[in-house]
T-cell receptor
Framework: DGGITQSPKYLFRKEGQNVTLSCEQNLNHDAMYWYRQDPGQGLRLIYYSQIVNDFQKGDIAEGYSVSREKKESFPLTVTSAQKNPTAFYLC????????????FGQGTRLTVV | AQSVTQLDSHVSVSEGTPVLLRCNYSSSYSPSLFWYVQHPNKGLQLLLKYTSAATLVKGINGFEAEFKKSETSFHLTKPSAHMSDAAEYFCVVSLNTGFQKLVFGTGTRLLVSP
């Protein structure tokens, strides 16, 4: 089945640690996105990538980093510089070009302990 | 700047009664608009989308929405609520600037009572 797979589903991080969230898609989509979801705030864009080896900062990129070495993969690293990383993280993908449906993964819930 | 306002943070209905979730948008361009649904601790699923074709858009699970340019609204409706409709709903506008960037509303939580 085609879709987007995020792993792990739950992740716990100690303060000062970097952690990497995985996102893989087999939909042959060019564009991929990372969103952060906090209660009552909707989804906010962290980073997005239109093509392999290229990505742009979204609205809240500070404290995060990404890579896009393969079309299928768009991992997100939450660095120690991110002051409030506890949140629900969603990865999505879509075809580039005219507005199209974005497909979402099931999310990763990150908690700082 | 493009933005989306969802007018209600929570909506409560009884099973079998109509559902109305309100959304207003602002956009400098001709917008593309979407409604997504999210069940607890899950990803988002597309309900329906408007992309400048018919102003009344039908989606999955009996939902529909009407694009009203004069009112800058894109309200989501369903004639009869089902218990399984209980979820969070997001109204989304897409920036038509050559690359799709989605701007999300803050969400409306739909509660359905028996």
């Amino acid at each position: 089945d085609g879709g987007i797979t995020q792993s792990p589903k739950y992740l716990f991080r100690k303060e000062g640690q970097n952690v990497t969230l995985s996102c893989e898609q087999n939909l042959n989509h060019d564009a991929m996105y990372w969103y952060r979801q906090d209660p009552g705030q909707g989804l906010r864009l962290i980073y997005y990538s239109q093509i392999v080896n290229d990505f742009q900062k979204g609205d809240i990129a500070e404290g995060y980093s990404v890579s896009r070495e393969k079309k299928e993969s768009f991992p997100l690293t939450v660095t120690s510089a991110q002051k409030n990383p506890t949140a629900f993280y969603l990865c999505a993908s879509s075809m580039s070009g005219p507005p199209d449906e974005a497909f979402f993964g099931q999310g990763t819930r990150l908690t700082v302990v | 700047a493009q933005s989306v306002t969802q007018l209600d943070s929570h909506v409560s209905v009884s099973e079998g009664t109509p559902v109305l979730l309100r959304c207003n948008y602002s956009s400098s361009y001709s917008p593309s608009l979407f409604w997504y649904v999210q069940h607890p601790n899950k990803g988002l699923q597309l309900l329906l989308k408007y992309t400048s074709a018919a102003t009344l858009v039908k989606g999955i699970n009996g939902f529909e929405a009407e694009f009203k340019k004069s009112e800058t609204s894109f309200h989501l409706t369903k004639p009869s609520a089902h218990m399984s409709d209980a979820a969070e709903y997001f109204c989304v506008v897409s920036l038509n600037t050559g690359f799709q960037k989605l701007v999300f509303g803050t969400g409306t939580r739909l509660l359905v009572s028996p």
